[in-house]
């Protein structure tokens, strides 16, 4: 076990061995766009996936036909709750030479002691993916940045933060996959934002990231800009990434740099934070002989690129083919190995990048100003404010008519009864531009950044308040409740509203509601499951969005019972 501190050392660097030295594994910190563990060696990710995959779930990247995901939210594994499986992995992660793993779904419910205690104790860092799959994640067509998924990332960050091998959290993956997608970058950044800001307030050294899919340079070079640029214009980091992952799959066997990485070196060749590929290893020519490690970590990429993630551990399938160099035995006990496996190990065996530039010659990070808006590049550099757990708790109490599902797996009605309250709000002249948000005009309703189900009782109450506080158009079919707490006139109502709201517009350091698991509590939380991917109750979301957007809604004149947050 000892001999592996010296993964902990930075193992890419041959001879740089911490000779017997028992250390605790090393922090990781960013100076400028390189990576440096904190005896002042360059870190580069030598990393493998490690994400077992769910029962009937397609793997995550192939998130352009992500429906199979949605039928199957909760049939997920957490890779780092299960200290034996963990043990038996631990010596073949040792003979692959990886240094990192990257976990894509972790449950924030489970202990993961045992795992990272193994995995740090071995020098192995960890890339936690905070995002999950179903309701856990940002919709790419229908985006936000909302309290329950801060809460969900809060959690997970708060159960991980006792840990010293965490590297880094990505905020998300693959949320942009195309240039009409790319306004929901502005949620993405706002992500950074807060994760950033409440890592720092725990003091956690860990990195904040994102992965992003590969694709068109009109849209991933102003995308990785973008996540590390400074919409403010005065250099500063507070909304910028420290870790840009590319997932590139563009060399496949024996390929070249010059046919398959120049192209990515030069739109990364001046990026200001640090960049590595979160995912890399082409299956079309099996079995896989892995000679992009050597171009990767050679002195031509190591300016530009600190390291990646090969994909992947465990046997995954995907509409392209089958991943995967390990095959576990149906019990879990014994783990066999393929030769993609050990063309891997051959290959991280070989690479050594060079151990520069030094820390002290690696410079201050700067952080330019952000990309200008053009038809390939949508989104705004207004971002959506710090989801504010109180002020959308406190409007949800003081609204009449409250979404009250009789199921716990409320999700997929969420967006229907959305779209329906909508439609009912709009025929009456009135609008739901206080839920919408728009990361093209920078334009977030005041209700946009909390929960959906507020946002639906939210709705829900509009449409009550319109109709004389009529019982029956509370019902929506059993899913809501008179509160009979609650202002029922239209005025009050708003005032009471635009009270709870009123401060909950701007930039803060997020905290959890009240009576919410903190660090050191166990937590009681949301979905699971493996990757990150949109979600069944956003995508039904994305109908309202669409009628929203029609601005149909907003043309007419707001009928006298309806409200709107002032
Ligand atoms: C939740 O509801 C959806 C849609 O009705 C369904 O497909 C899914 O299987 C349900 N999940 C669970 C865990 O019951
Ligand atoms: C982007 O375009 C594709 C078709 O090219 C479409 O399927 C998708 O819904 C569009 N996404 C958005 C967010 O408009
Ligand atoms: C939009 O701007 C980016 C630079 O931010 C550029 O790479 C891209 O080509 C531009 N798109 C178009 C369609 O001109
Ligand atoms: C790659 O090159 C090696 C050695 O030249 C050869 O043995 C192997 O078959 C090639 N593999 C592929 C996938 O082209
Ligand atoms: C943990 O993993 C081992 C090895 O695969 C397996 O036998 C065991 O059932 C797992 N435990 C749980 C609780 O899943
Ligand atoms: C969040 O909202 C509450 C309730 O309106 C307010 O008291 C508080 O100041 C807000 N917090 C921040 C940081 O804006
Ligand atoms: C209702 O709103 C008012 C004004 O914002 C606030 O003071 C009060 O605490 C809220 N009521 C509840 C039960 O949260
Ligand atoms: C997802 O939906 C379930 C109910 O179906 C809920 O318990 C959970 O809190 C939601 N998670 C998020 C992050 O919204
Ligand atoms: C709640 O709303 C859903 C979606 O519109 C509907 O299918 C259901 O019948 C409603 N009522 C109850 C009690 O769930
Ligand atoms: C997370 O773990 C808890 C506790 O075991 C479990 O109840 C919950 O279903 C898990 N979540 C998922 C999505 O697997
Ligand atoms: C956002 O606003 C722009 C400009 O008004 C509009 O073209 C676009 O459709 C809106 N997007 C959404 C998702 O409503």
Redesign the pocket.
Known sequence: MRASSRFAAGLALAGAFLTGVDAAIQTVTRNGRYLYTADGNRFYIKGVAYQEQGKDISVRWSRAQAIPFLSH????I?PL?NGTACTRDLPYLQQLGVNTIRAYSV????NHDSCMQTFSNAGIYTIIDLS?P?NGSMDRDAPTWTTNLLDLYIETIDVFSKYNNVLAYNVGNEVVIAANGTAAATFVKAAARDVKAYINSISSSALVGYASIDGDATWLDPLANYLSCDPSGSNSGATALDLFGLNNYEWCGNSTFEASYAGVEGQFAGYNVAAYFSEYGCITSPPRVWTEVAALFSSQMSPVWSGGVAFSYFPATSAQGQFGMVTISPDGSTVTTSSDFTNLQTQYAAASPPNSPSQSGAGTATYPSCPQQNSSWLASNTLPPTPNFSACQCLENNLSCQFTPSTSNYTAIVGALLDYACSLIGQSGGSCSAISSNGTTGQYGAVSECDPTIMLSYVMSDYYIANGANAQSCSFGGNGTVNSKAPSSASAANTAASSCLASASGTSVPTLPAGAPGPSGSS??????SGSSPNAASVVLADARTLMGMGVLVAAGIASGLWTIA
């Open positions: 939210p909760l049939s997920s957490d709750a449950n924030s419910s489970l999950l179903g009681s939380s949301s979905g699971g499951g």
